[in-house]
Each structure stands twice: as structure tokens, then as C-alpha cells.
């Protein structure tokens, strides 16, 4: 999917000049668009090579930058290759099949939820039934979190979500399902002057791409719905 960012935003962003909303907009964008990530990079790698293309400039007043957009375009990146497989995964085999239980080998699965779709809200939840389930009749200990965010988050929100009643029972059911609300989406949310309230025992976590590159850090397996 092509997402319309153009060089200035990416410049901007580089640079460490836009407002968060607009930077966590082309982090989203970026984590799920692969001819994106190329472009931030290779901007990115010209603006190095203008950079030192002159040698030892006259010496100024150095303003610090934060290196937080960096850190977080890197895992941004990061996400944007693990996304990649997940698809393919996905559309070879679907739910339940090999490659989704090659990933629960490790007994650690974050699901990805980006966008609200009904279709993906239950590949989520079916998805997360089936790893669970298979897990408990196997006899195998797992782990499994669903994370949300940008409109993935619906699926979370109280009063909102088609799929409370179902979310409820695999929670009772299966004391090792956590779900992960994203903070920057939930603060956005509220920013526009929304109502947000979470299902019961949902976590918040400070951003979705921080939660699921932790995780991956970790040895857990990622799927993206």
C-alpha cells in the first residue's frame, strides 16, 4: 500500500521538525509501507553524504537534537520487514495453518492490529484462539498479546468494539492472551476531544512500534493482521 508522504514530510521528519501527531502519522506510515521506508532511507543516506561532503567546516554553535525519531524510524524499518512476512504467511497458509504454528514454536506471539477492518478484527481473534487453544491441547506453554493502534484500536475500546463479548471470554478462558493499547493513539484520540475507554484489563503501552520491537528484541514471534 503507497501512502502519500511526500520529501518534505520526510525531510521535516529527519530533521526533527514535526509536531508529534504528524511524526507518529509517518512512523504508521512508513512501518506498513515498504517503497516508504526506502525512500526515508535513501533521503536519509543523502543528507549524510551532503553532509560530510565538506571537510572540516568552520566550527559553530551545535544545537542537540533529540535522537528519538531516528531510534524510532529504525524500529519503524525494522517493523516494515517483519510486517512483509507476516503477509506472506498470511496469504499462504491462513489461519491455523503451518507457518502460524511455526511462529507459536517459540511461545511467544505479538499479533499487529494497524487498521480497523471487520474482517481483520476476527483474522485477530481467530488468530489468537487458534495459537491458544493448540498451545493448551498440546500442552505447550505460550504467550500470546494482541497490540492495537491508529484504527486497530476500535477493536479495544469499550463501547466500541463489536467483539467485547468475545474478547471477555478469551481473556477468562486463557489467562496468557494480554491485550496492548497503544498510548500515542489513545492520547490522540482524547487530543480530539474522544471518549476513550479501554476493555477491561487492557495495558497501555507508550507506542505500539515500541511494544512490538521490545518484543521482537525478545524472541517473540510478530504477525501482522
Known sequence: MKHEISDEQLNAFIDDELDAADREGVLAAVAVDGELAQRACTLRLLKERVRH???EPPA??????PARPWRALAMALMLAGAALGGWIARDQVGVGGNSLARKADTGHVVLHLAAWDEQRARVA??????LLRTAREAGQPIEVELVANAGGLDLLRAGVSPHADRIARLRAEHPNFALIACGQTVE???EKGLVVRLLPGTR????????IVTRM???WSYVRV
Open 53 to 55: 561532503a565538506y571537510a
Open 60 to 65: 559553530a554553535p551545535s544545537r542537540q537534537r
Open 125 to 130: 481473534l481467530d488468530d489468537a484462539e487458534g
Open 188 to 190: 490522540r484520540l482524547r
Open 204 to 211: 497501555v503501552a507508550s507506542s505500539a512500534l515500541e511494544q
Open 217 to 219: 528484541s525478545q524472541g
